[in-house]
């Protein structure tokens, strides 16, 4: 059995609002109208805005203490003299590189022997980063012959690269003037594994003091193939020790300042959110000389009340807990087979993206089943199902939606937008709930085989149908939820278009990473990404006015002009008038309308630079990879680095140009993710491509010293691959090359391959076998070679697709004999008791409704 749809995308808001603040926890695909909402009231203390840091590695003029520690560690590990940035206003390493081995590994230098006890969770011992007390020098040889790499599971790689980083840390603490204690609370380390036996490895380690965790001020790490390559502070000022941490003022106090602040009064519903003492870091001053340190803490109650006449708002109030000064009040709300018909990409009635098409419902709840990935599902007889599956569940607002039917679930089409229907399911089989249902599956999956042990992609997500609103679309973090609103006036339904679905879920995924919460100084520009990567398009949301005027971005002279792009941003410097990369420089003349910085106009500068790295940078010299291998290589690095990006780039004149020296800076995790031998000072295989395009938009940084370098031995042919169809599986072949291992990738619908696909896996072998799949409908694959490690990539394959079908019936033997005197081969059709097509390739034939219903 299988169940099916029909569903539509649609479009994202006009009225463009200046929020005046940089920072938000979830945004709307457009700055929305707050004007007469409790949201309207949205204040941020200057001195909460960290993104102003800036960093020096130049010794000259820094103050003796902390050159001398600097010149230690470049000593300790044989780094180039100025080669560490520091923070101006800490004097605290922002970014180090090394390349120092602290777990078994094959990185550069790393000669741990495994460890002998497959239950440890310790520091392999052999190696001075395991003793605190050890002065050995590190091993450098870099003709050392490595030991075998331990297989491990992913739980424990994080637990040991957890514990070897506190022991490094522990070693170097002087020459890094960094209280350790402040570090590794229990329960507090967030860690990723990417790759297999621990080839990638990050850490983001919160601070703490006196058992009360501190916001804006945070430790990274990141560990490549045993090695540590990358250490990072974030912020960090010193903390006196008569900070008190005990409040002056109540929680209740606290609810009530925020009321008292802003004219409002208190709901007697209960918070959105626990109440939660923290400490803040906070700029001291805004010049670094004012201040000894240059930075400040105050003990603040975080509380989320919700007030009279508070409607789609998540209001989030930090109070100084000694004081009930307001410190900031935002609005936490982001606004941006079962079978049926869908909208590809658009709702705007255009051939072939903005037309509704066959899709198959992926992981629906089909009675006490659950579909696959092809909408495929084994009870049978009657079976009841709705818009709900492990993954995803759409509320419409519309109504409620049920479906019970035999012999397969087809949801159906129907023409309209907003609450219209097919006459089955009730009313809440919409467009946008079809759409939105197939989308969102879609991107989880596509998720969850870049971040396998990512719990939020596991988790089910709930999307709000047809709110009775209109131009704008939400991701609510408190809630986990997303929100889409109806057409009206220039607007169309915003969940019938997949650019801004991926958006909002885009939201999601920076939220719930590896620094869980919404990235600074905008999270617009990942959301943006994830969507563009997902459809392959720069144009987010086409088809979101329904006036077909296009989209702008930015305020007075310097506001820049889509070319074509009905939507509400282009990420392609190329597709607007004035043709030229967006920089550090831009923002600063264009974000700011009179009311604070646009999140969205800083969004477009760091997108845009991904955007480059993925059509020009690696798709151009040296490089020229195809547009399938760019487009997957892209994907990979944004999974990874966004993952540990608190700050994309920095908010602050004075950086130009180097605006992306910050270790948790979105440059520098690209980097990381790119290394491929436990050492970011030789080099990356794409190094020079990242810096090209972080570059030319002034967020790149001048070190580590540009190279490309690694990956030898990855293969430079391409391998040829053929794929034949089978009942619900496709078997993929293809030559050898000499790859390490062959990735293989899929995709299905009205794009082909010319969008992100789902990982299938890895393997060393030339063959590989899909299954789960739905008969009828065509897929897309394109297989990978890869060197050594996963950051080496060769040139893919051409895109194949494949059409699964039944296996033919074999014909019953007292039937009359075929009239041909040689039988042919047996070819492969649909089935005999099907009504053949007298189309020479099988095309997707969807599940008619019953005639009786409306169509």
């Not at 200046?18 to 203390?45: C, K, M, W, Y």
């Not at 003796?64 to 180039?80: G, H």
């Not at 920095?650 to 690209?670: D, H, K, R």
């Amino acid at each position: 059995m299988r169940a099916t749809g029909h569903f539509a995308f649609a479009s994202l808001a006009l009225q463009a609002f200046l929020i005046a603040r940089t920072t938000n926890v979830a945004d709307a695909i457009l700055e929305p109208n707050r004007t007469g909402t409790i949201a309207a009231n949205e204040f941020v203390s200057p001195d909460l805005n960290l993104t102003s840091a800036t960093f020096t590695s130049n010794p000259q003029g820094l103050p003796p203490d902390v050159a001398e520690r600097l010149q230690s560690l470049e000593s300790k590990f044989n780094l180039t003299a100025g080669s560490i940035h520091v923070d101006d206003r800490s004097g605290r390493v922002t970014n180090l590189f090394v390349a120092d081995p602290i777990l078994p590994g094959s990185g550069v230098g790393n000669t741990f022997d495994p460890d002998p006890d497959p239950d440890s969770t310790s520091p392999p011992t052999g190696h001075p980063s395991s003793d605190p007390l050890s002065t050995e020098s590190p091993t450098s040889d870099p003709l050392s012959t490595p030991a075998p790499t331990p297989t491990r599971s992913p739980e424990e790689w994080a637990a040991m690269a957890t514990a070897a980083v506190q022991s490094w840390l522990a070693q170097n603490a002087a020459d890094l003037d960094v209280d350790v204690t402040e570090l590794f609370a229990p329960g507090t380390v967030r860690s990723v594994v990417h790759g297999a036996n621990g080839d990638l490895i990050q850490l983001s380690i919160p601070r703490s003091f006196n058992g009360v965790m501190v916001t804006g001020s945070r430790a990274t790490a990141t560990v490549k193939r045993g090695n540590l390559i990358s250490i990072g502070f974030q912020a960090w000022g010193t903390i006196p020790a008569s900070l008190s941490v005990t409040p002056a003022i109540s929680v209740d106090d606290a609810r009530d300042a925020l009321a008292t602040a802003f004219s409002l009064t208190l709901s007697p519903t209960p918070d959105q959110c626990a109440a939660e003492l923290i400490i803040l870091m906070l700029l001291d001053g805004e010049d670094p000389a004012t201040s000894p340190y240059g930075y400040k803490q105050t003990l603040a109650w975080k509380v989320c009340p919700e007030f009279v006449g508070q409607t789609t708002e998540a209001m989030e109030g930090f109070v100084d807990a000694q004081t009930g000064v307001v410190l900031k009040f935002i609005d936490t709300v982001d606004n941006l087979v079962a079978q049926g018909e869908t909208y590809p990409v658009t709702n705007d009635g255009v051939a072939p993206l903005g037309v509704q098409t066959f899709a198959v419902m992926p992981f629906m709840n089909v009675g006490s089943d659950v579909t696959d990935t092809g909408g495929n599902y084994l009870a049978t007889g009657a079976q009841t199902a709705t818009f709900e599956g492990p993954f995803a569940r759409m509320a419409d607002q519309c109504g409620a939606a049920s479906l019970t039917q035999s012999g397969g679930i087809d949801w159906g089409t129907h023409t309209g937008t907003d609450c219209s229907t097919p006459g089955i399911g009730g009313a809440g089989n919409t467009h946008a709930s079809r759409t939105g249902f197939y989308e969102l599956n879609r991107m989880m999956e596509i998720g969850r085989s870049h971040l396998p042990s990512n719990t939020w992609l596991q988790g089910q997500l709930t999307s709000i149908m047809n709110i009775n609103l209109s131009c704008n679309a939400w991701f609510n973090a408190g809630s986990n939820q997303l929100g889409f609103y109806r057409s009206g006036g220039v607007c169309a339904n915003t969940g019938e278009i997949a650019h801004v679905f991926d958006h909002e879920w885009g939201h999601g995924m920076d939220f719930n990473d590896l620094t869980f919460g919404v990235s600074q100084p905008s999270g617009e520009g990942i959301a943006d990404v994830y969507a563009a990567l997902r459809l392959g398009s720069s144009c987010i949301g086409p088809g979101f006015r329904r006036d077909g005027a296009v989209c702008q971005n930015g305020f007075g002279a310097g506001r820049t002009t889509c070319l074509t792009c009905t939507g509400v941003r282009d990420i392609d410097y190329t597709a607007h008038q004035d043709n030229t990369p967006h920089t550090l420089t831009w923002l600063f003349f264009s974000c700011n309308g009179g009311g604070g910085f646009s999140v969205h106009c800083m969004g477009q500068i760091y997108s845009e630079a991904i955007w480059d790295l993925y059509k020009r940078e690696l798709q151009g010299a040296p490089y020229n990879y195809d547009d399938n291998t760019a487009l997957e290589i892209t994907m990979r690095l944004t999974f990874i680095a966004a993952g540990n990006v608190d700050i994309w780039h920095a908010l602050n004149s004075a950086a130009i140009p180097w605006g992306g020296c910050g270790s948790n800076m979105g440059y520098m995790t690209y980097l990381n993710a790119d290394d491929d031998d436990g050492s970011i000072n030789n080099g990356t295989p794409h190094m020079q491509a990242i810096f090209n395009a972080f570059n030319a938009h002034e967020i790149a940084c001048q070190l580590p010293v540009v190279q490309d370098s690694g990956c030898s031995g990855t293969p430079n042919a391409q391998p040829v691959l053929t794929v034949v169809p089978g009942d619900m599986s496709a078997v993929l072949s293809w030559t050898d090359v000499g790859a390490t291992e062959y990735q293989v990738f899929r995709a299905e619908g009205a794009l082909g391959c010319n969008q992100g696909k789902v990982i299938l896996g890895e393997t060393p072998l030339l063959t590989f076998t899909d299954t789960g799949l739905r008969n009828g409908l065509e897929y897309y694959y394109v297989v990978i070679p890869k060197g050594s490690n996963e950051a080496c990539f060769g040139p893919g394959t051409s895109c194949e697709a494949v059409i699964p079908v039944a296996t033919p019936i074999t014909p019953n033997p007292t039937k009359a004999p075929t009239p041909e005197p040689t039988p042919k081969p047996t070819p492969i059709t649909p089935s005999p008791t099907k009504a053949p097509t007298p189309e020479p390739t099988p095309k997707p034939t969807p599940i008619t409704p019953s005639p009786t219903k409306a169509p």
